[in-house]
C-alpha cells in the first residue's frame, strides 16, 4: 500500500505523519523545529524519523511539505516565513527531495489546508471551493475549477489581507483595516477589552491572560459584551467573504482555524453581511461552512497534494 510523508513544519515543532493514500493518518509524531539550526539539519531529521518507520522507503513513495509564510508551491521556493528565522530565500523542493530521496511538494500551510479540506473535508465534490483559515492570522487558498490557485509567483490567496476598513486598526503587514486586522484572535480580545474598559457589564475580565476562546465561552454563555465582539468581528468577515465570492464564484467557502471554534457565533453574523452585500442569486449560489479536518488539514493536504505528484 502506497504512502506519503506529510510534514507540517511550525515555529517550534515539526508535526509529522504517514499518510495513506485515502488520507488516513496511519503514523503521527513531532519533532522539534529548531528553526535556528537551518533547514538542511531539519530535513536530514525528517528523513531519519522516516527511516526509523519505514526503512529503505519501501512503502512511503513521496513526501508532502508545507510550513507557514511566503512560498511558491509550483516551484517549492520560500521566500520568507514569519515562524522560521533565518529560512529566506531557500529552494526547499531542491532541499527536501535530496534529504528524502523521493518526490516532493512543498507550499504554504494554507494552501495545503485548502488542499486536504477539497479533497477529503468540507470542499468535498465542490471544483470551486474556498478555504479561509482564521485563527492569529487570517489565510486562505482557492481552488478554482479543481486546481489549486496560486498566481504568478505562489502570492494568491492571501485575503486576510484584503482591505475591509481603511479607518480600521493597524495590521502585521503595515497596512490598516485589513480582514486579519479586523476579525483575528487578537482584534476580538481587544474589542472586547475596549468594551469593558468603557463599562460594558461582562463575566469577562480586562486580563493579560483574555483569549478569544475566552470571548467564544462567555458568548456561548449569553454575555452580551462576548456576543457583540464576535459579531462584529463576523460582519468584517462577512464582507472579505462577499468580496471572495464576487471574485472566485465558490460553490463552497470552509472557514477553519481556531476563532471558527466559535461556530454560528462568528458565522452567522458574516453570512448577514455577507446577504446584504451580495445580489440574491449569487447569495444563493454559496454556502459558508465549518472547515472539517480540524489542525491536521495542513498536514493531510500536503500529503494530498504530493500523492498527486508520486506516480
Ligand atoms: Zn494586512
Known sequence: MKKILGVDIGGTDIKLGIVSAEGEI??????????????QHAAGRIA????????????TVAAG????????????????????????????????????GMPVTVDNDVNCAAWGEYVLGA?????????????????????????????WQGLAGEIGHQ??????PRCMCGTAGCLEAMANASSIVSRARSAIAAGAESVLEDSESLTSKDVAGAAADGDDVAIETLAAAGRALGTGLANIVHLFNPEVI????????????????????MRGQLMADIFASVKVVPAELGNMASLVGASMMALGKSD
Open 26 to 39: 496511519v503514523e503521527s509524531g513531532k519533532i522539534p523545529t529548531l528553526a535556528g539550526e537551518g533547514p
Open 48 to 59: 531519519a524519523w522516516l527511516e526509523e518507520r519505514d526503512a529503505g522507503h519501501q512503502e
Open 65 to 100: 511539505i508545507d510550513c507557514a509564510g511566503l512560498i511558491d508551491g509550483s516551484k517549492g521556493y520560500l521566500y520568507y516565513s514569519p515562524n522560521l528565522p533565518g529560512w529566506v530565500d531557500l529552494d526547499l523542493f531542491g532541499l527536501f527531495s535530496g534529504a528524502l
Open 123 to 151: 470542499g468535498r465534490g465542490t471544483r470551486h471551493f474556498v478555504c479561509m483559515t482564521l485563527g492569529t492570522g487570517i489565510g486562505g487558498g482557492v481552488v478554482a475549477d479543481g486546481r489549486l490557485y496560486r498566481g
Open 163 to 168: 482591505v475591509i476598513d481603511r479607518s480600521g
Open 254 to 273: 470552509a472557514v477553519g482555524g481556531g476563532v471558527a471554534g466559535a461556530g454560528d457565533l462568528i458565522l452567522e453574523p458574516a453570512r448577514e453581511s
